[in-house]
């Protein structure tokens, strides 16, 4: 009898071993991808889009192996791409930065290809894809307002620095923008029909240039083209 219970432990401690040298001899596997952080905003409602460009973050990739089972740094190893890139852009070694041309979610991947499925068979072309959010926050318009009013026989038109007031202006005419509290602006006219003249109600006036500086309440100037 104790032979036989003898033969039955040697034959489990071979299946064991030969289950462990198995497990061990597999190829280790990425199965999953963790984006850092997994959201990002930007931006204020009370700020122009346009003055969230440049805005940088380091996002960083996270893989988490089987065989043995770990989780690894492969911010360098994944493939970065941005479903928006008017809102963000990634590059390849992950740093997200903020376009300022639109608003709104852009999906950021971070992906790899395996050639392996989830049971460490060969799948080529498979991929392992992790995702973050970033949010650009749009402009509300609240701020102090702007207001360009136009004179004179003339046309033309008005842009702004930061950009929130373009326009086409005629005799008569007025167009406005809002900006946030404190904001230093400059408005620069260009005549379409006839000439520009002169500009009235700003801070001080460099040729077809108005600026106005430390915007706290609202402003109304004056466009001349004759």
């Keep these: ?18 289950l462990t040298f198995s497990s061990c001899g597999d190829k280790q596997e990425l199965v999953s991808i963790q984006v850092q952080p997994g959201t990002e905003t930007v931006g204020a409602s009370n700020i122009p889009v346009s003055q969230d460009a440049g805005f940088q973050v380091q996002l960083s990739a996270q893989g988490t192996y089987i065989h043995p089972p770990v989780t690894k740094d492969i911010t360098n190893q994944v493939t970065w791409a941005s479903n928006t890139p008017q809102m963000f852009t990634v590059n390849s070694t992950g740093l997200l930065t903020a376009t300022g041309a639109a608003c709104g979610n852009t999906l950021v991947s971070a992906k790899v290809t395996t050639n392996a499925d989830g049971s460490g068979l060969s799948a080529s072309g498979a991929e392992i894809t992790g995702y973050m959010t970033a949010n650009l926050v749009c402009f509300t318009g609240t701020g102090p307002t702007v207001t360009v009013n136009s004179a004179g026989a003339g046309a033309g038109t008005i842009s702004s ?16 923008g809002s900006f946030p509290t404190g904001t230093s602006l400059t408005l620069t006219a260009s005549a379409t029909n006839g000439a520009f003249v002169s500009w009235a109600g700003c801070d001080s006036t460099t040729g077809t240039v108005c600026s106005i500086n430390n915007l706290t309440s609202d402003v109304t100037v004056t466009v001349t083209f004759n």
Excluded: D, E, K, Y
Excluded at 1 to 15: D, G, K
Excluded at 161 to 176: D, F, K, T, V, Y
């Design 1 to 18: 009898m104790s032979r036989n219970w003898f033969s039955v432990a040697a034959l489990v401690v071979a299946a064991f071993t030969l």
């Design 161 to 176: 620095a930061p950009a929130g007031l373009g326009c086409s202006l005629s005799n008569g005419s007025s167009c406005m």
